[in-house]
């Protein structure tokens, strides 16, 4: 069988390969294919073609261009010719390129026009010299031995116009009675033959007979004498094609005296390329013969024309059906193989279904067996499966539980931690706590911050594990950041006698990163560097720019190294000192939660950076972060806009093993005069009691406290007693602190009140939330009560300064940060109405609150609120603001200006005015 198979392949490989001859490749570099002659030249190429099947012929036509005659060749020869056949547009310039051609061994045939050597294998062309002279003794046959002729030559430089043109000047030397007149160039083309002619005749030229090199100029010579009346001229071409706008067809209609026939040569290319490639002998020089076409023989040429015509369509005709006879053997001969081949293959598939038949029966009773036992297995598998699954999503809804349980518990630790947290760092700073108690408060404020800190990992960890935790990267000063992080561990390094240096290559580097999670990751290794570093030892952070060693898309990154001479870590830890929960045997006496250092690692490939550790036992360890430089790395999404000056308040404190009670320097806040004598009114809205306390008690001393215990209570007491300023908590019943905040901030009647959200939520994305809402400042929780004191008296503070400045403006700026759009709007509204009735003399309360559209009520708190004045002390500033616009340039006295701007009299306007500017009206005017 296997001879078989190798006999019947190697009879397909002989019988295709017999027939699969590879044609020869023939380049055609043509001047132009622009007139008749190019284009009969060419059909004689392609009818000769189908004579010679093992050829194939690619024309490129140069427009009548040196420089893409050039060109073509160029590519004919980069291509792999076999032969190439050029018709120069000029014999000089093609002349190098078909040198190059014939001496690389490819065979050149010249047609038509020749070049300027002998580098070619044949040349096909008439005598142009010889037709020149024919058409020199034919004129002066017309002429009868005197006259005058216009000579319309080709393009200057084509060897066939110079030719031509040589050759009717010497035939014309035996007769001096004609002379030639001009003899311009007509390039060949009709068009600018006719333009030739017609300056010939503006010019009033006087000729007897045009000669012309070819018929396409003869003609337009003709047409141009004809247009003008010009008559009883003769008219001789050159070519003598046949068909519409041919030379034989010119005679005919009587537009030329005569033509002289100029063959294309392109049959005879096709024919002895054939010889050429076949390496059968040819001529080299080969001249095809000339006849002159006149009335005497043009309609017996034209017939014979037309004949020979009929009997190449009858021809190709014959080729056609020859080629479809021949597809069809192909195909026939095609298909006579695919089904020799499939008769073998069905042979050889016959052959291999009877062996596997006959195995086939030997194997099932095997596979019988088997299946039996397969089938056995398998139920015992499936039913193994199940219980797998079922203990697996058991497992799974355990460990989601225990999830949620840890996150919301840890939630719910913050609040409790509030109230440990804050009153201990108020008792640390009270000079009235005992001594001996002093040790103990230490302790419990330590453990407290630590257990915060566990807290704080233990919900990064599971915002990793739902992959919620975002990068919300700004542009900061690397420098100043770490340096600050390194100074909150100076007083740790005091105490455990350790030092700790910082350097920087550069004073400042702007880097892209997430605050709050660059924060932990350099707290987390100066933590842990402390732990391990032993008395009189040494921690040094170092920043320096570098280059990528592996190539990415930013060009510069930023290293910081946190390197230690401690303990160190044995070479068996070191591949997962990264891994969750995971914790070095040697730090039994340093337990925590296993998560800094994984948690870490997140964070700085959040930032799309690196870290890694290098450590040698009892030398010490060194962590090394590396940042990239710029933004290209980051997404819009995790990118948000900073200023310069500004940085979020999140430094962690390190845990001293020691806290010092400050007896000299008690805890105090300075109380806040806005103006009155009543204290600020706050309220205080929070759903847990002992937090409410708390707060109350921190700020009762200095402030007026009305308590809520959700958002729908806030707003009822709001309806009633507007607050100076609201402290809110976020989670709380029926309506939480973030839709209090935008329930606030929305309406036009209390958007002007400050908001201080306090909030279990400590992440810096949440911090984001509650800011977009509108809140002014945002305290996570457990927070410091003096802190607490100093939002409160800032934010008060500022609003008393907008009282001052608010007296001696007029309009609120646009860009005006420190009030909202709605608040500017609201006074500028009020400005606005004010101007428009400035010559009311008292604009009452009621009036303008209907024109505002609110109640009284509303419209006196919100101006009181935001300026500090009534409204009628309002009402009157605008006024006088007015006053000023007017002294300056109306050109009015003070009394006009008085009563135009709504005062009872002059001297009450004075009186005001001075009270206001500190300046009379008068001293205003003169200054």
Known sequence: MNKFVFFLALFLIITEYSYSKEKYKIGFSQCTSADMWRKAMHREMIIELAFHPDLELTIKDAGDSNRNQISDIQEFLNEGIDLLIVSPNESDPVTPIVEEVFNSGIPVIVIDRNISSDAYTAYIGSDNYLIGKEAGSYAAKLLEGRGTIIEIRGLDGSSPAIDRSNGFRTSLQNYPDIEIVTSPSGKWNYSDSKVVMQNMI?????????????????????????????????????????????????????????????????????????????????????????VVIDSNNAKILKLQTEQVQNLQGKIESQNDILDRQISKFNDQRTLLIVVLFLLGAIFILVVIIFRAFRNKKQANIKLEQQKKEIEKRNSEIIKQRDQIIEVSEKLKNATQTKLRFFTNISHEFRTPLTLIVGPLENMIHSKKIPVEFQNQINMMYRNSLRLLRMINQLMDFRKIENAKMKLHAGRYDLVSFVKEIQLSFTNLAENKKITLDFASTETEIQVWFDWDKLDKVIFNLLSNAFKFTPENGRISIQIKKTKPVVETIWQEEVVIEVRDNGKGISGKHLSRIFDRFYQVEKSQDFKGTGLGLSLSKEFIELHHGKIKVESTERKGTTFTIHLPLGDTHLTSEEKIETKLDSKPDTHE????????????????????????????????????????????????????????????????????????????????????????????????????????????????????????????????????????????????????????????????????????????????????????????EELSVEELSQLIGLSRVHVYRKIKKLTGMSVSEFVRSVKLKQSLNLIKTSGKSISEIAYEVGFSSPSYFTRCFKKQFGISPSEFAKN
Not at 209 to 225: G, K, P, Q, S, Y
Not at 827 to 837: A, Y
């Open 653 to 840: 404190k390190p845990i001293s093993d020691e806290i010092y009670i400050d007896q000299d320097q008690p805890s105090k806040v300075t109380t806040i005069n806005l103006g009155h004598a009543a204290k600020p009114l706050i309220l205080l809205v929070e759903d847990e009691k002992d937090v409410r306390t708390y707060v109350k008690e921190s700020l009762k001393e200095h402030y007026t406290i009305l308590e809520a215990k959700n958002g729908k209570e806030a707003l009822s007491i709001i309806e009633e007693e507007e607050p100076d300023l609201i402290v809110s908590d976020i989670m709380m019943p029926e309506m939480d602190g973030l839709e209090l905040t935008r329930t606030i901030k929305s309406d036009l009647k209390t958007c002007h009140i400050p908001v201080i959200l306090l909030t279990a939520k400590a992440s810096l994305e949440q911090k984001f939330e509650g800011l977009e809402e509108g809140a002014d400042s945002y305290i996570p929780k457990p927070f410091n009560s003096k802190h607490l004191q100093i939002r409160v008296k800032k934010l008060l503070e500022i609003r008393k300064k907008m009282h001052e400045r608010y007296k001696g403006q007029l309009f609120i700026e646009v860009d005006d940060d420190q009030i909202s759009r709605m608040d500017r709007k609201f006074l500028n509204k009020v400005s606005n109405i004010v101007e428009q009735h400035l010559d009311k």
């Open 202 to 290: 503006d010019e009033n030229i006087d000729f007897d007979l045009v000669f012309a090199h070819n018929d396409v100029m003869a003609i337009a010579a003709h047409e141009i004498c004809k247009k003008n009346q010009v008559s009883n001229k003769f008219f001789l071409g050159i070519d003598g094609l046949y068909g519409k706008d041919g030379g034989t067809e010119a005679v005919i209609e009587g537009k030329l005296n005569a033509t002289f026939l100029y063959r294309t040569g392109g049959e005879e290319a096709i024919q002895i390329a054939h010889k050429i490639l076949n390496g059968l002998p040819f001529d080299r020089e080969n001249i095809l013969e000339t």
